[in-house]
């Protein structure tokens, strides 16, 4: 009795989304960016630290009637910044933190996708290796008989070197499809950092039917949740929080000082107040720059929106041809090619037809079935691309937890 396979070697897609997005280290490197950026919010908010002013010295007379003796002066100042500079500048880091945050969710539905599609390009790769397997043991079959009717006289021996030919043919695309599917896991396996199981096998099939809503609800998810659009929108409101710090850096705050000189026969105290007049500079240089920033970032924003549209609908057309492709591969096609072979083989039988015939309709019906694999596969990948622009691909908190 042939010994069960291990069911922890055996993932499906989202045990083996899960897994690769626990270890890819693109993606870990997004995480600690986040919290790089989470520390600047507090580095904007901080206050201007006091400065502490001391000095000493002596005072010689040179006229009579003054005293001589040691001089000493102290001085504290603090910086009272401009409430709206300091706002627009922790605003600023407060979105630079959202862009982070979004930028991680786009690090993640890009790891998703790539994932989702290597592991349709693996399906594929399978489908491949089966059907040339099957293949190379029709043809072996073929030529077992050509070599029958060869040795028996029926047939001339040109058929049994034509029926060695597609063997030998049938065989190297058999080892090409089994070393697609080990570069396909192989592919997969280093998104994970190497730490996929040893011998995991994928529990889905490149048959399965993908489920989605209409275009219609797929283009409003995507306005509102596609995370590319989120980290635009971000930078746009980032750059309107930089152009507000620039307009508000023209006053930058108030300086309020006290100071203290002891003298050798007196001691003063004086409390003044200082602020920087934007006379000379009036940042100009900053304030048009943020503009010209700001408009650049909305303009990047709008097109993507468009853009987004336009993939959506390429995306959709896409499925749909793939749709009508399995269709009608998998109903007309395919059933026909397999009637042609059986005829062809049944005709070599009897003798009235010969070997060419019979490798004609066999090259028919791999050719067909390769039409639909691949059909099959233009279904799957154009539906995480719908997917995948409608922002459906999100962090899941179990990942940061490390829980399934």
Do not use: C
């Not at 930028?103 to 089966?130: G, I, N």
């Amino acid at each position: 009795m042939a010994q069960e396979a291990d069911p922890r070697e055996l993932l499906s897609l989202a045990d083996l989304v899960f897994l690769v997005q626990r270890h890819n280290p693109q993606l870990r490197a997004s995480l600690q960016a986040r919290d790089a950026a989470t520390a600047g919010v507090v580095g904007a908010a901080a206050r201007p630290n006091p400065s502490l002013e001391a000095g000493t010295g002596q005072a010689r007379a040179r006229v009579p009637g003054t005293a001589s003796g040691t001089l000493f002066s102290w001085s504290l100042a603090q910086t009272i910044e401009n409430p709206a500079l300091r706002e627009a500048r922790i605003d600023g880091a407060r979105f630079g933190l959202q862009g982070s945050q979004h930028q991680v969710t786009v690090a993640t539905s890009e790891l998703v996708a790539q994932v989702r599609l290597r592991a349709y390009e693996l399906l594929l790769q399978q489908e491949e290796a089966a059907a040339a397997a099957d293949a190379l043991t029709l043809l072996e079959q073929i030529r077992d008989r050509v070599r029958i009717r060869v040795q028996s006289g029926e047939a001339p021996r040109y058929e049994s070197i034509k029926a060695d030919a597609e063997v030998v043919t049938a065989r190297l695309r058999a080892d090409s499809a089994r070393l697609g599917v080990d570069q396909a896991r192989l592919a997969i396996n280093r998104l994970a950092a190497g730490q996929l199981p040893t011998r995991w096998r994928l529990a889905a099939s490149l048959g399965d039917v993908p489920v989605l809503p209409p275009l219609a609800q797929l283009q409003s998810e995507a306005q509102d949740r596609n995370p590319e659009l989120a980290v635009l929108q971000t930078n746009v409101a980032r750059i309107e929080a930089r152009l507000k710090e620039a307009r508000a850096s023209r006053y930058p705050g108030v300086e309020f000082r006290y100071s203290e000189h002891r003298e050798v026969d007196a001691r003063q105290h004086l409390l003044s107040m200082g602020m920087r007049l934007p006379l000379l500079d009036q940042r100009r240089g900053p304030i048009d720059e943020a503009a010209a920033e700001l408009a650049r970032a909305k303009t990047l924003l709008e097109g993507r929106r468009t853009e987004l549209g336009m993939q959506l609908s390429s995306s959709a057309a896409a499925l749909e041809m793939a749709r009508l492709r399995i269709d009608a591969l998998s109903r007309g096609a395919q059933p026909d090619a397999e009637a042609a072979l059986r005829v062809a083989q049944a005709a070599y039988r009897f003798g009235e037809r010969g070997i060419l015939d019979v490798l004609d309709a066999q090259r028919l019906l791999r050719s067909v079935r390769a039409d639909l694999i691949d059909a099959r596969f233009r279904l799957q990948a154009a539906a995480v691309e719908l997917e995948f622009l409608a922002g459906r691909f999100s962090l899941p908190e179990s990942m940061i937890s490390g829980k399934p």
